[in-house]
């Protein structure tokens, strides 16, 4: 009955059979999770977060459980921009689907010329540029909070690239509207949101912080409502489409984020939780356009 | 390696076998594949408390019968939610993850050395390097226990025939003490040392203890590490343990057994 | 064993038993929760948001339950300041554990006003004043977002009173010790945190909003590591004492949050799962105090 | 107004009662306090997965036996949990909450009119109606249910004396059609309506019915109403439904019975 329900869209000319996508650090580099279904069936796939140079991560623990959600701790463990495209590449770049390059920074220039290398990869779809990341001593969050930063990053990568920009904001902060309108004057052709709030978490046997480096980044059903109200206040400000994200575990909160005004989702945490969950999400997104009689474009933001 | 899946299991027996420590045995495809020292991932409830899946090692699989078996200590709410699951219930597991224990070259003498809710996977391993003839013995075991009550295992390994040394840290059944000291002791009476392979799995003091042997001694060591985890397939980079390289190396997948010296054990 | 355990505190002045209050907004006036124990057992009591004109609060829906949270659109519903303290205070008045009015205004004058009626009020223990609540259309939240307008609102209410000033924050904000520092220079003698977190939910069947303001405030235990962060960074940044709250549900939290650096906790979406959970912390916490051979003060902040 | 406690009861029976609708019966000291009308609010799980407590109304209480009776269906994760707790379990409940219906005074005409599991506390209500002599009548009783299958407390009814009125959308059962439609009709009969007071409980179209048809023909009727409750007690003003005059009211305190002329449903 829905198998030739029109999922398709188009974000920044990157085009994807459907809008599921899997989150930046949650997906590895697409190996993981193949053996639990065709990982071509995903609308994108997002790498784990590179860096220029190999970055070993934090110490552990690096996860903590919290009431519906985690608490990570990774640190951008990555092997650095040039051994992901000598080994991650040639496997990913033979992938159906468009593969989104996940990229973080210590300094603006770091961001320039880890866009400049991946530029020169043929097939790769797009760059998801992190000015978010709350694990990392220098850079990353930082970018992030205030509109000057955020902005002064996009512009970099948008001279070293012409690849479609996704700036991935953080919400740790007071406007996002703000921060939004700034990374789309400076160039982003979409924005993804969001990625994890700083929490923290306190061993009271030991009596102190459970991470190494205090602070870590909370994600899963926990935020959901978090995101979906930065997703609604971003598709007011800006009309660059929105990649929403978020404690997204069934097809119903996909449908939530859509109706927000998301474009596209991206399926983070939940992947730990139920690897299957975001192929259950594509199959439910039809099943609801079809009882609904709508179509996908009608409900992008039809919750305003 | 084997493929892992996803899927429900049936429960067929969820029994208390000692104080807080239960043996749940499922009906799953995997026990084909299963290896010693290789782990599920599951999910013990269907709501989001708790929200990750929790790793235990198998402590038994068969071929013939489609069973596996895992034995678990109740500490919080995800064993809790386990332990509370009935014969008929469907386990939601994704496994068998991970890289599991080698099996012993030929020639070569096993040794085993479990601590508490650590000698689980070892029972399984146990079995299989009693059944591999090629091999030719029966791994030698050392089991320690906080207490006699809290010791299992122990029959299991008697039907294959081996006779573990236990003890127990109150002394109420075999040695009081540790078993690295036992062992410690035994190692005296080998001359050559080389033809030795170790097999470890218990809490940290334990298995550092053994790594220094195994260093001070040159034996091969191999060690079954516990970290937090989230996805249990190597995607989050979440449960890292330091490489005695640079970086850092993943229990899921490079693990959860380790050759010795691969690792750092702070 | 544990009986004779000091629990005292003394925040700015405010004697209190034990640092375990009730939060605003989550206790009434009250009246409720008197049927299921002895309230003089707390610290100290909050008492729902006042305004100076009565306020009917936000249509309903008022509440959604989210993963292991509550969004909340109660709107400030109070009789105003002449109501509360013609029927709500001569009640009130004679507990014999300080009690705390919870303020808010439209405008800072608004803030000057009720806070100066108040200060009539003889055993009054304090002022909290709310410069963080995201269900109403003027002030609230937008107060906290900026260390000016946080500071203008305190200085104002420093103006019309002699009274302990508790500046209750917002978590909504980039940079939560830039506002923590700013009250505190205005003339606050104490810092509560958190108020909720600013989120939504839509309904997927009528695809709208569930809430007719759109936007809720999320508490419970969903937000306790945001909560946490914030009382470790703002411990870090002040020296007045801190109300800790956001999540608390047991005691091992509240001992969470005297570790990251509060002098006191509240319990406030707990109250409605567990009616007793405040006496539950209380005993709890004397117990751990008992097994760890230690005492109230010397773990406040013993995490840093 | 009783107070209500805290408190963990024991469930003595958990039965399906029809698809989707259970009854459970617990043993509580509250069935001494308990009134037609008021609820139970309970904890489902206690982990956080659902956070909130439910309310669900009482469906009969029995001061001699101190049994309870809650009638629910399950809707959601919060009743699906409920309906796997099985006798002996305990039950976290808050109780009795709220305002019930005030019984009729001496020479009324009591009238109940109930739409599918709105039904359940109005069995309680037509049993203590029935029982209160002083009444000297057994209430009129007209129910509706989507079908045949879904129709419950009729035994219930039959075996206080009362003969109920049946309807059923599809017409499996009693008469086609809504109770409201019925029960228009019945009015017809009455010179002088002045003598009757309506109990009612349903989905919001019947209350809506039921207050109108009051409105015009100057009759007392009580309506219990249902809205999201956070606390259940009246502390966290969650629950607010708008009242006719200014402002709101509080389902779970100033209710969940109103008097139909106090509030407004739109
Ligand atoms: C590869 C692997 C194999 C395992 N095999 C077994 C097994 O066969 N049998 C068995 O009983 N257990 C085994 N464990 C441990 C088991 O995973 C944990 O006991 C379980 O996850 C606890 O879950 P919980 O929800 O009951 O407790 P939680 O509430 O999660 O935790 C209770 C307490 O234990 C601590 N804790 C939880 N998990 C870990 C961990 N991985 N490392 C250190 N501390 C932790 C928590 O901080 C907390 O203090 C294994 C772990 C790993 C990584
Ligand atoms: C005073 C009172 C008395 C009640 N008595 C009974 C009773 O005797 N028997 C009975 O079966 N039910 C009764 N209810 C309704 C019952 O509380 C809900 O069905 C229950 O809370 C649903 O919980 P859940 O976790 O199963 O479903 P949820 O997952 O919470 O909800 C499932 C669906 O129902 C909707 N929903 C949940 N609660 C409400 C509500 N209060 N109002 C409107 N929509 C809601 C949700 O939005 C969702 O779509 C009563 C409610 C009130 C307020
Ligand atoms: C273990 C883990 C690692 C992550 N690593 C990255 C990363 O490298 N780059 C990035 O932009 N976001 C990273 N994120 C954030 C996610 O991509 C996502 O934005 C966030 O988790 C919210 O979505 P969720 O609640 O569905 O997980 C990571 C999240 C987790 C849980
Ligand atoms: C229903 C509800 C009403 C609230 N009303 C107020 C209020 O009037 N004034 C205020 O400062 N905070 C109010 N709050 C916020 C709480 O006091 C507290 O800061 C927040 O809920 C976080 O704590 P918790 O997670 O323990 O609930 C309210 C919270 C809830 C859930
Ligand atoms: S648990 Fe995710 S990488 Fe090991
Ligand atoms: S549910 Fe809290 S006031 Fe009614």
Known sequence: MTDNTDLTVNIAGIKMQNPVMVASGTFGFGNEYKNFYDINKLGALVTKGLTLMPKAGNPPPRIHETPAGVLNSVGLENPGVEQFIAKEWPCLSKLK???IANISGDTVEDYYKIAKQLSTLENLAALEVNISCPNVEKGGLAFGQEPESASEVIKAVREATRLPIIAKLSPNVSHIQKIAEAVVSAGADAISLINTLLGMAIDIHSMGPVFCRKFAGLSGPAVKPVALRMVWEVYEAVSVPIIGMGGITTWQDAVEFILAGATAVAVGTANFVNPIAPIEIIEGLKTYLYLKETNLHDLIGAAH | MSTPAALFANITQNTQIAPDI?????????????????????????????????PISISDADKKTGKVEIIYRVIGQGTHLLCQKRPGDRLDIIGPLGRGFPMPEEGKTSIIIGGGIGVAPLLYLAKQIAKDHKNGHLPLTFLGFATKQEAFGIDFLSSLGIKATICTDDGTLGYK???????????????????????????????????????????????????RMACGVGACLGCSVKSSQAGYKKVCKDGPVFEAGEIELE
Not at chain 2, 24 to 44: D, N, Y
Not at chain 2, 178 to 189: G, I
């Open chain 1, 97 to 99: 689907i468009p593969v």
């Open chain 2, 22 to 54: 239960y043996l749940m045995e499922i009906e799953a495809e995997i026990a084909e594949a299963a290896q010693p020292g290789q782990f599920l991932h599951i999910r013990c409830s269907d709501t989001f408390a708790p929200l990750l899946r929790r």
């Open chain 2, 177 to 227: 003490g540790f078993p690295t000291t036992l062992f410690k002791e035994h190692l005296n009476q080998y001359q050559d040392k080389s033809n030795l392979i170790i097999y470890a799995c218990g809490p940290k003091p334990l298995l550092s203890s053994i790594k220094d042997i195994a260093a001070g001694e040159h034996i091969t060591a191999y060690l079954s590490l516990e970290e």
